[in-house]
């Protein structure tokens, strides 16, 4: 319980693992920098609450478990934040560390921006709300077990073999993204970028906004319900797809199976050497 903990408070901390193994441990105002360049803090730490603290130094939060970080500042110096933890809630923080995430596991992120290339790779079971993230080069990668409301990203190569994701209500600025991805469901959310989702098996869009060149190509169990695809030329190329889009589609090409209808459709490309399609294709007021 809180009022067992011992607490640490205002103190200037740059040795190598200066709270290493530290249990039961309130850490409140405190400043992980200076000369020493220390670094794995609160390596091997259990039941740990950070606040209103200052992380400029490598390492710091490896083999935890049951960690709060609230209200804390993880600048770019401090690379690799979290990796081989289990049970973290962050809050109300900034994570500006390349590979802030790695392998880690009960995860949940609230109310925070995140500037970390390689974010979250080989996770499971991670939450994140009301956030923003950028410069997120494969965000994700390889996690399970995704859910995700409000945020706002920007980045490449985002979610590439993810599983079991739930997306809703969010802003994505992205490239490649959902690539070899199973399981996902977007809802209520807008996705702009190049080819969206290649080679993704079981992708749901519902009541969202695509935007970009050739999306939706070589997919399985792919459905779209009630979207808009904007400026999304060679759509759908060799997938399996069932499909209802409000407004116009500027072009699809070789779809594989299913049915794709919307309210216009610029052009039609089939190219029977190559498959023949038993797609249906059709104008809703056909």
């Not at 749901?204 to 939706?216: A, D, E, F």
């Not at 069932?242 to 610029?266: F, H, L, M, Q, R």
Request: aromatic share 10%; with cysteine; glycine share 4%.
């Amino acid at each position: 319980m809180i009022n067992n903990m011992k607490t640490i408070k205002n103190e200037k901390l740059d040795k190598e693992r200066a709270l290493y193994a530290a249990k039961d441990l309130i850490v409140d105002k405190c400043k992980f920098d200076g000369p020493a360049d220390g670094e794995s803090a609160l390596k091997e730490a259990r039941n740990i609450k950070v606040k209103d603290s200052f992380f400029n130094l490598r390492y710091p939060f490896w083999h935890n478990k049951k960690l709060e970080i609230n209200n804390c500042s993880l600048t770019s110096l401090c690379r690799a934040a979290l990796w081989y933890s289990k049970d973290v809630k962050i809050n109300k923080s900034k994570l500006f560390g390349i590979k802030a995430l790695r392998e880690c596991k009960d995860i949940i992120i609230k109310d925070s921006k995140i500037d970390s290339p390689e974010f979250g790779w080989r996770n499971k079971n991670v939450t994140i709300e009301n956030s923003e993230l950028k410069n997120t080069e494969y965000l994700l990668f390889e996690t399970s077990d995704i859910k995700i409301k409000n945020i706002k990203m920007q980045g490449k190569y985002t979610f590439q073999y993810t599983k079991n994701v739930v997306i809703e209500n969010s802003a994505l600025d992205t490239k490649d993204a959902f690539w070899h991805s199973k399981n996902v469901t977007v809802k209520n959310s807008t996705i702009k970028g190049q080819y969206l989702a290649w080679y993704s098996d079981g992708l749901t869009l519902i009541n969202c906004k695509i935007i970009g060149t050739q999306p939706l190509c070589y997919c399985k169990n792919l459905k779209l319900v009630n979207c808009e695809m904007i400026d999304t030329d060679l759509a759908f190329e060799y997938s399996d797809v069932e499909a209802t889009i409000k407004g116009t589609i500027d072009s699809v090409k070789n779809p594989k199976s299913g049915y794709i209808k919307a309210d216009k459709i610029k052009d039609i490309i089939l190219e029977d050497s190559i498959i023949k399609s038993k797609c249906i294709i059709k104008e809703k007021h056909h």
